[in-house]
């Protein structure tokens, strides 16, 4: 079979995963909608066929003598159209409420699988602009689609069980109606089904100016931009960027929609003349007796509603492609495959370690760039040691980390622990033997005490280690003179909450990771941001403070690298130095060069 054919089937069966997600996400709701579809595609034919026993029934009786008893004689059939009509607006009021409360579950369902496919995917991905379009698309499609694939599904239902009973009145009048009902018809669906193709490619290929456009809208209401923004005069031009954009998609959805309006007019108009020529032939049928008044109406209500209904099928089959196009961009997102791939049988961590960590000729290559962040390196962290990581920005010192928490594989080499290669391990049970604080790190806008408790939150957030790692980082000073103490909300996102100094942040996260009962700790410009005084501090008991566990310590600030027990120094993703600080000094290469430059610019 060729390979476009298989595509194409693959792409016809996104409905049935989707209906089964839907399903998922709410059972009875969709029993409940299911069943209002039923009941409310059958009470139309209904409600006008009782219309016409009430006008066959008045006519009938126009002549009779006694009217009072004529009266009598429809009124329960007055009663029952009366009824069905109650019974139909009751169907629609339960059915707003039932298709709220589906939409909402199957939206909130949807949202979940999306978060945790982000969660899923590999850092990697975060690093790659094509990955912000597919998430983008998704994003876009999984509040909807989901539940208008099922509104489509339901309308088509419900047109479908009335179009079928209109049908078979209209075949009662001639053949010919249903055969110019949908010769009718057609041009609108072929209208939309060409339609839906254009605007879902246009959306594809306007997917990074839609971000761009997003990520101009952010910068120009976010508290990370505002300070620069005001101070360069930057939200005019900002302004005027996002504009820009705006204007240009504007421009194009107009064009589209002007179009496709226009197709959908001659579609419309021709359909409306064809349904009149049948209304003509009714009345020309009951004119020469063939009809009577009542099968007048009949077929009146019947080929309106037959129209409305044919209409509808169509209009729910043509949808029903749409979301199928639009479930690509969904299904694109869900597809993404994890390159670090869980083991079918991993090793056991070791605790504790007893050779410890080492990296055998590691070489790495990011996906999106041909230059290798790490060549041949060859690295040991004993258990207890304390190694420290030098080099300029760019180096591949924080690509190493990532690594060694195995965020990624290396393209060659293996690192392991105790001899066992890490992808080997569960990732889950290899990073809960590892703490990690980034020179990026994340500032929650959660309570002090959540913020540390994020650590490990295998234990509660009351437990008194929450407050010894607090001590520990120095966060604990900062957090007892927050009003409220460690039920202080952390940022000026939500109400009352207090904003931190970048230094006070710091401390934050340095508990977070104090907290996580690991063996290894990694500190990645863990002081960057105190003043000297809280970075000596933390230092003059840094071997108190990591509590015996192996650490990676990453600094530009040389004083207080000494303290490492070994140094790599990294250039350009290699390792061309290593020794102790005197070993280092004493070889006089460009760790000593570097040493005696910072210690001069402290003296001046």
């Known amino acids: 079979m060729p390979a476009a054919r298989l595509r194409q089937l693959r792409r016809m069966n996104r409905l049935l995963p989707m209906l089964k997600l839907v399903w998922q996400s709410s059972p009875a709701w969709t029993v409940a909608r299911i069943s209002l579809i039923f009941v409310q595609g059958l009470l139309p034919l209904a409600s006008i066929y009782l219309t016409k026993l009430v006008i066959d029934a008045v006519t009938a009786n126009l002549t009779v003598a006694n009217k009072e008893a004529a009266f009598e004689s429809i009124l329960p059939l007055i009663a029952l159209a009366a009824l069905v009509t109650v019974l139909t607006t009751l169907c629609s009021s339960l059915s707003e409420l039932v298709n709220t409360a589906h939409a909402q579950q199957v939206t909130d369902s949807m949202q979940g699988i999306i978060h945790a496919k982000s969660i899923e995917a590999d850092l990697e991905f975060y690093e790659n602009s094509r990955y912000y379009d597919t998430l983008q698309r998704a994003q876009q499609e999984a509040p909807f689609r989901p539940t208008q694939i099922l509104s489509h599904l339901a309308q088509c239902g419900q047109n479908g069980l009335s179009l079928a009973a209109m049908a078979g009145l209209l075949l009662s009048l001639h053949w010919g109606v249903i055969v110019v009902l949908m010769g009718a018809a057609i041009p609108a669906v072929c ?5 839906s193709r254009v605007v879902y490619r246009w959306q594809r290929r306007r997917t990074q100016l839609e971000r761009q456009s997003g990520y101009l809208g952010w910068m120009l209401t976010s508290d990370q931009f505002a300070k620069e923004i005001r101070l360069f005069g930057l939200g005019k031009l900002f302004s005027q960027r996002y504009q820009k954009i705006r204007r240009q998609l504007y421009r194009e959805r107009v064009a589209i929609a002007s179009k496709r309006s226009a197709a959908f007019f001659g579609a419309q108009a021709s359909a409306g003349l064809f349904v009149f020529a049948i209304f003509a032939y009714i009345i020309y049928q009951t004119l020469q007796g ?54 079918t049988q991993h090793q056991p961590v070791p605790i504790p370690f007893q050779a410890g960590i080492t990296f055998n000729h590691v070489s790495f290559q990011y996906g999106t760039t041909q230059r290798q962040a790490l060549k041949n390196i060859n690295l040991k962290v004993q258990p207890g040691e304390v190694v420290a990581l030098v080099g300029e920005n760019g180096s591949g010192k924080t690509t190493l980390i990532k690594l060694l928490c195995r965020l990624y594989d290396p393209t060659q080499g293996s690192i392991t622990i105790d001899g066992i290669d890490l992808r080997d391990f569960s990732t889950l049970e290899l990073r809960r033997q590892i703490s990690v604080i980034f020179q990026d790190y994340a500032k ?50 939500f109400d009352q909450g207090e904003e931190l100094s970048i230094g006070q942040w710091q401390k934050i996260a340095l508990a977070r990771a104090f907290l996580r009962e690991s063996q290894l700790i990694v500190l990645d410009e863990p002081t960057s941001a105190m003043d000297p005084k809280a970075e000596f501090e ?16 990453i600094s530009h600030r040389l004083s207080t690298v000494k303290l490492a027990d070994r140094i790599y120094v990294m250039s350009q993703g290699e390792i061309i130095e290593q020794g102790t600080h005197p070993e280092l000094m004493a070889a006089d290469q460009s760790y000593a060069h570097l040493f005696r430059t910072q210690a001069q610019n402290y003296q001046l």
């Open 191 to 195: 209208v939309r089904l060409i339609f």
């Open 290 to 343: 063939s009809l009577q008044l009542g099968d007048l109406v009949l077929y009146y209500q019947a080929l309106q509603k037959g129209q409305t209904n044919l209409r509808g099928f169509l209009t729910s089959i043509s949808g029903l492609y749409e979301d199928n196009l639009f479930l690509a961009n969904l299904y694109e997102f869900l597809d993404i495959k994890s390159r670090v791939i869980e083991p």
């Open 444 to 493: 929650y806008h959660f309570t002090a005490q959540d913020n540390i408790w994020l650590g490990n939150i295998d234990i509660s957030t009351e437990d008194n280690k929450v407050q010894a790692a607090a001590y520990r980082s120095g966060a604990d000073r900062v957090i007892t003179r927050l009003p409220q103490g460690y039920a202080t909300v952390l940022g000026k996102m």
């Open 538 to 553: 933390v230092f003059q008991q840094f071997r108190q403070l990591i509590q015996q566990q192996a650490a990676i310590l």
